[in-house]
């Protein structure tokens, strides 16, 4: 189908594009209902992003009217392309489980592996009171050969998920299995009671202090377990999530305000990310927090941005 045929397929469902420059034409996004437009697509590779929500896809048909006669006609030229896939059911995810390989980090043993996992997590400012905390481990073999092992558990103190980073130069930082991400990180540590801190990642929540949760990605929808348990809870959010995930954390604040959650936005004061800081300037930037209550304060945020 050529580009133009596609982009008024596509206008049917998005109104009209706000941007053009050849191929790539930008909408409103459907989903995020953002007031910027931010849904990217391109018309020659038929991929599309909303750099918002995340959501994408590697062809054109979420965005074309059901039963409308062009994306029948799309469709049917997928296929005769070979472009179009079976889509197979998704598999059940697999209940979490240490691997076999574990060892405790709370206890010394002997080898390069161990000293080099210890070394890893010393230079990165954790403690032993940290490693016993969050009942680090490594392996020295099996799936998780070289990483360090971060295990997670409800709040009945069941195992739900299982993350692995690797203590040596890896392009594969991180590995988990095919675990359910709608979790609480280590919920069975947390005080409901309490002001809580969100950060992305394990080694981000490392530095803050306790009452923390690491979201394991960027993104934290509306439907999660840990959206309902935040809004129920009725405490201070503190969000400290990477700078490069600024815009998608500005829109979990915006969800979180709307369902009068009071939520405080941490400055990295120019890091990168939590990780990168020492435990005493966590403490300093979260005293510097700016308090997150309204529309105007999320507004307030993207122009300082």
């Given at each position: 189908m050529q580009r133009e045929l596609k982009l008024q397929a596509i206008r049917k469902t998005?109104?009209?594009?706000?941007?053009?420059?050849?191929?790539?034409?930008?909408?409103?996004?459907?989903?995020?209902?953002?007031?910027?437009?931010?849904?990217?697509?391109?018309?020659?590779?038929?991929?599309?992003?909303?750099?918002?929500?995340?959501?994408?896809?590697?062809?054109?048909?979420?965005?074309?009217?059901?039963?409308?006669?062009?994306?029948?006609?799309?469709?049917?030229?997928?296929?005769?392309?070979?472009?179009?896939?079976?889509?197979?059911?998704?598999?059940?995810?697999?209940t979490p489980e240490l691997p076999p390989e574990f060892?405790?980090?709370?206890k010394e043993w002997t080898g390069p592996y161990y000293n080099a996992a210890m070394k890893y997590l010393l230079n990165r400012g954790l403690t032993m009171a940290d490693i016993k905390l969050w009942k680090l481990g490594y392996c020295e073999e099996g799936e998780y050969k070289h990483r360090i092992v971060i295990?997670?558990?409800?709040?009945?103190?069941?195992?739900?998920?299982?993350?692995?980073?690797?203590?040596?130069?890896n392009p594969l930082k991180y590995k988990h299995g095919y675990f359910c991400k709608d979790i609480i990180f280590n919920d069975y540590m947390v005080d409901w009671n309490r002001s809580i801190v969100i950060t992305e990642g394990p080694f981000d929540a490392f530095k803050t202090g306790d009452n923390t949760i690491a979201l394991q990605g960027s993104i934290l929808n509306d439907d999660s377990k840990?959206?309902?348990?935040?809004?129920?809870?009725?405490?201070?959010?503190?969000?400290?999530?990477?700078?490069d995930a600024f815009y998608k954390q500005l829109k979990i604040l915006e969800n979180l305000v709307s369902y009068g959650v009071d939520c405080h936005y941490v400055p990295l004061g120019g890091k990168k990310d939590v990780g990168e800081m020492s435990?005493?300037?966590?403490?300093e930037a979260k005293a510097k927090s700016i308090p997150v209550m309204s529309r105007a304060d999320i507004l307030r945020l993207k122009v300082k941005a």
């Open positions: 998005l109104g009209h594009e706000q941007q053009r420059k050849g191929a790539e034409v930008v909408f409103f996004c459907p989903r995020c209902k953002h007031k910027k437009p931010k849904l990217s697509v391109n018309l020659d590779t038929d991929h599309f992003h909303c750099w918002i929500d995340d959501w994408g896809g590697k062809n054109l048909i979420p965005l074309m009217l059901k039963g409308s006669k062009e994306r029948d006609d799309y469709i049917n030229e997928l296929k005769e392309a070979g472009k179009l896939q079976k889509v197979e059911p998704k598999k059940k995810y697999a060892r405790t980090l709370t295990p997670s558990f409800d709040e009945y103190g069941v195992l739900n998920f299982v993350v692995g980073r690797s203590f040596y130069d840990l959206f309902s348990k935040l809004v129920f809870s009725k405490v201070d959010v503190y969000f400290a999530m990477d700078q435990k005493e300037e966590f403490k």
